[in-house]
């Protein structure tokens, strides 16, 4: 049993460990290249202001997210687990749903930092084609 709960936790700190290891792009997790139309724009002040845009992402906090969603999932692993079977159920599902809620958190944080970007280029008046 003592295992379990290490195994637990080590799998918990492996998904906070990588959702701040791995922050994507320019390091706020947003996608790889945004597409603006460029016609009649002037590049320079495009990259000022999505550079802007990208500090506004970074208030987003991706390992928070990623530790809410790890700790929700664990929770409700845990407790369906112990509905559906027993002790080591419960902890086994526990363990997976840290993992599973670890990593809907994740995305869930990143998708927020893209939208934040996108809208934040789409009100200086650039038209954002993805």
Do not use: F
């Not at 990593?103 to 893209?114: F, T, Y």
């Amino acid at each position: 049993m003592k295992n379990n709960n290490i195994l637990i936790l080590g799998l918990t700190l492996v998904v906070v460990i990588a959702s701040g290891c791995a922050n994507g792009y320019r390091g706020y997790g947003g996608p790889k290249e945004i597409i603006i139309d460029t016609k009649g724009v002037d590049l320079n002040a495009y990259y000022d202001d999505l550079g802007d845009c990208e500090q506004y992402a970074r208030n987003v906090d991706v390992g928070a997210e990623t530790t809410e969603g790890a700790v929700a999932g664990a929770v409700l692993g845990g407790v369906l687990g112990a509905v559906l079977g027993n002790s080591d159920n419960a902890q086994r599902s526990a363990g997976a749903g840290a993992v599973v809620g670890g990593v809907k958190g994740n995305q869930s944080a990143r998708h927020e930092q893209e939208r934040i970007v996108r809208r934040c280029l789409s009100g200086r008046g650039y038209r954002v084609l993805n």
